[in-house]
């Protein structure tokens, strides 16, 4: 879990590679971060990197679709991988072997044998692999977390996840095998790990895809995790649900010894004290929002650095985020055959 350090006082050079649906966000933090310099920026389609640049008024960056060439060109001290999840691998462990730092977009790999690979890699080079997992750095998560220590021992957690999913969708979602469990899911699945600080142990799951999806792979699911400390935790989602939409980041209530805890993205977590029990709630703290900006990457990023400077450990740092990208395709596997599934065994 080691990994080198970043010397020096200089801002960091990083590229960024993917300009779709979130690589302009990401740019937008590389060029307004006064700790990173936006180095480069590479994309399958260069005009469509280059577009993204001239929008941010980066106009001198350099842009391209050749990796290999732009890194040789550059040569950055990290990327931001911010390809579709199929490429993640192969661009992951192109730059982990030249002695680069990597912060992904989530998922890590497509299969779980590809993030074995890229953790390899990490460790073999030395390098710092972590996956960006914005919601963690939300407010209103963290004051749920909060909020939910002070329960005791908790034995249930549920999350809720209701939002159709049309418009401004990936493309390769539509054709995605598994696009919830294997796309959004681990936001909501990581999140459950955040707030309790609890890991997996099994998962049982039911997956379908109602007649009226616009998708072609299973969009909606029912999964009961069995976590440490005895925790169960119930979610049910459904990515082409029409009606009473949740927030992106679910909606969740917690059990414990000394009460319940009720959280929903847009406010307040909110306690209800068992018997003779004095709790509050946490309050989220207030940030002054900017539009130009996704939620959370500037988080990311700058956790990320952070990270390169001190050598201190950050969410989503690659051994641990693991545990989350299990969740998701030990679902799948319990989908698919039926059968629970112990997902310790996969991330030992």
Excluded at 53 to 63: C, D, I, N, R, S
Aim: proline share 6%; hydrophobic share 50%.
């Amino acid at each position: 879990m080691s990994f080198a350090t970043a010397g020096g006082a200089a801002p960091l050079r990083g590229v960024v590679v993917g300009a779709g649906a979130l690589g302009p966000h990401w740019g937008y933090e590389l060029h307004h971060s006064g700790d990173v310099v936006l180095a480069g920026w590479v994309d399958l389609l260069p005009e469509r990197a280059a577009a993204a640049a001239a929008a941010l008024g980066a106009h001198e960056v350099p842009v391209g679709a050749d990796l290999a060439a732009m890194l040789d060109a550059v040569r950055p001290d990290f990327i931001v991988n911010v390809s579709p999840p199929v490429a993640h691998h192969a661009i992951t462990l192109a730059a982990l072997e030249r002695g680069l730092h990597v912060l992904s977009e989530k998922p890590m790999a497509a299969t779980l044998a590809q993030a074995a690979d890229m953790i390899a890699a990490a460790d073999r080079n030395e390098r710092l692999l972590m996956v960006s997992q914005n919601r963690r750095y939300y407010p209103g998560l963290v004051a749920f977390g909060d909020t939910v220590a002070r329960l005791g021992a908790l034995s249930n957690l549920t999350c809720q996840f209701f939002v159709a999913h049309r418009d401004d969708a990936a493309e390769f979602l539509f054709t995605f095998p598994d696009p919830l469990l294997l796309d959004m899911a681990i936001h909501l699945f990581d999140g459950a790990r955040a707030i309790t600080g609890a890991d997996p142990l099994t998962v049982y799951c039911e997956a379908s895809n109602p007649p009226w999806s616009w998708y072609g792979g299973d969009a909606a699911a029912d999964a009961i995790f069995t976590m440490t400390g005895g925790l169960r935790f119930a979610f049910t989602g459904n990515w082409a649900g029409d009606g009473f939409r949740t927030s992106w980041t679910g909606s969740w209530r917690a059990t414990g010894e000394r009460g319940s805890a009720l959280w929903e993205d847009e406010g307040a977590p909110v306690v209800s004290p068992a018997p003779g029990e004095r709790l509050e709630a946490v309050a989220p703290a207030v940030l002054v929002s900017d539009p130009e900006r996704f939620p959370g990457l500037e988080f990311s990023l700058a956790e990320f650095v952070d990270a390169l400077r001190t050598g201190r450990v950050p969410a989503g740092e690659c051994h641990d985020n693991l545990h989350s990208l299990a969740m998701c395709h030990a679902a799948v596997e319990s989908a698919r055959t039926g059968r629970r599934v112990a997902i310790d065994t996969l991330v030992a």
